[in-house]
């Protein structure tokens, strides 16, 4: 007889869920090997990549990039405001991919903060490194970091390589070359090819 799951998120217990339901959660990304699960017959909540030996839970299928969710940047994404909007709506999806101009849009939109704003803190008197320029660095860091990996993923490369950045000259004219590839044309591990 199979029973109804009940699934962990952010500490609160969801369900009761149908087998069903629970396979289309597994589908799609909701319950990963780590969330915490529990059927009636268990004797605690266990991460779902071992509820196998408590139970007959149906296993995680591999990942199949085929399915994977469409493109989730704007349609406009590839445009000068496009581009600002996009990086700013998808601040942390460091999952998914982006194109070489929604990358180097997004970095002008940077460089025209920064002037912007070094230019109001000479103004209110603070030099170039004051706290509005401080407050917009702060404010434009975790996108910025977001739409680099992004655009790693976009050419096949793990985001691990954007740690490269912290090695002067040599990381810094990888990742340039990086930044500068051609889309890959390919479906790969962090999704289908973004919309043009």
């Known amino acids: 007889m199979i029973t109804d799951w009940y ?3 952010e500490g609160a217990s969801v369900g009761p869920v149908s087998e069903e339901e629970f396979k289309k959660l ?3 990304g909701t319950i990963h ?6 059927q009636e017959g268990m004797e605690d909540w266990v991460p779902f990549g071992r509820a196998d030996g408590q139970n007959t839970a149906p296993s ?3 990942f199949n990039a085929a399915n994977a969710p469409p493109d ?3 349609a406009d994404a590839n ?3 496009g581009a600002l ?5 998808r601040y942390v999806d460091f999952r998914t991919r982006s194109t070489r101009s929604q990358f180097w849009w997004w970095s002008l939109w940077s460089i025209l903060f920064g002037i912007a704003a070094s230019i109001v803190d000479a103004i209110i008197g603070f030099g170039d490194s004051g706290p509005v320029n401080g407050l917009v660095s702060l ?3 975790l996108p910025s970091i977001a739409v680099a990996i992004r655009r790693l993923h976009d050419i096949g490369r793990s985001g691990w390589w954007y740690l490269f950045v912290f090695l002067p000259i040599i990381g810094w004219i990888l990742l340039i070359v990086f930044f500068c590839t051609k889309t890959d044309e390919n479906t790969n591990q962090w999704g289908n090819p973004p919309q043009r």
């Open 7 to 9: 699934y962990a998120v």
């Open 26 to 28: 597994i589908a799609a």
């Open 33 to 38: 090997s780590d969330t915490l699960v529990w």
């Open 60 to 62: 995680v299928p591999p």
């Open 72 to 74: 989730p940047a704007r």
């Open 79 to 81: 445009s000068f405001q």
């Open 85 to 89: 909007k996009d990086g700013f709506a």
């Open 139 to 141: 404010a434009i860091l």
